[in-house]
């Protein structure tokens, strides 16, 4: 329980899983996960409709989407709410899955160049970043460039 079984990491943070099965995870990484409407453990696809906390208390995911404003989106990086303004940016392969993984373009392209194309949430493996209006963007490891395919121009975002 004291390992997240989303982002790997040891935590102090407040911990849940799905109240049918032991997969934990840290309750801030799941918590997208839940607001994409998936009702199932993402690590064995057990399908449950309670969370279980570590301090013990019970939540039934069907009601989040009754109390959350579901017009809000955060960061899945800095955990910051992406205002309807800022560029968002997409994991291709998460994307095609129908995962909903986002991010501040600045976020993910940083993320990218500090530790390698993978998913900051699932740790996919992918190159190509789909912006919010669905432009595709690949990562060119040698030269650490984003490059934008539409145009052939090269991004520079971090």
Not at 4 to 31: P, S, V, Y
Not at 52 to 59: A, F, I, P, R
Not at 120 to 146: A, K, M, W, Y
Request: a negative charge.
């Amino acid at each position: 329980m004291d390992t997240c079984g989303i982002c790997r990491e040891k935590r102090a943070d407040l911990q849940c899983c799905f109240a049918n099965c032991t997969h934990w995870f840290d309750a801030i990484c799941l918590q997208p996960w839940i607001e994409s409407g998936h009702n199932y453990c993402p690590y064995c696809l057990q399908e449950c409709d309670i969370l279980e906390y570590s301090d013990g208390t019970l939540k039934s995911i069907l009601s989040n989407s009754d109390d959350d404003n579901s017009s809000e989106s955060f960061c899945g990086i800095c955990e910051s709410e992406i205002e309807e303004n800022e560029e968002i940016g997409f994991m291709f392969n998460c994307e095609n899955a129908g995962i909903d993984h986002q991010f501040h373009m600045t976020c993910l392209c940083e993320h990218i160049v500090n530790y390698g194309p993978r998913c900051p949430e699932c740790g996919s493996f992918c190159i190509h970043i789909l912006s919010g209006n669905h432009e595709e963007i690949v990562f060119n490891r040698r030269t650490q460039d984003f490059i934008h395919l539409a145009t052939n121009t090269i991004y520079l975002f971090c």
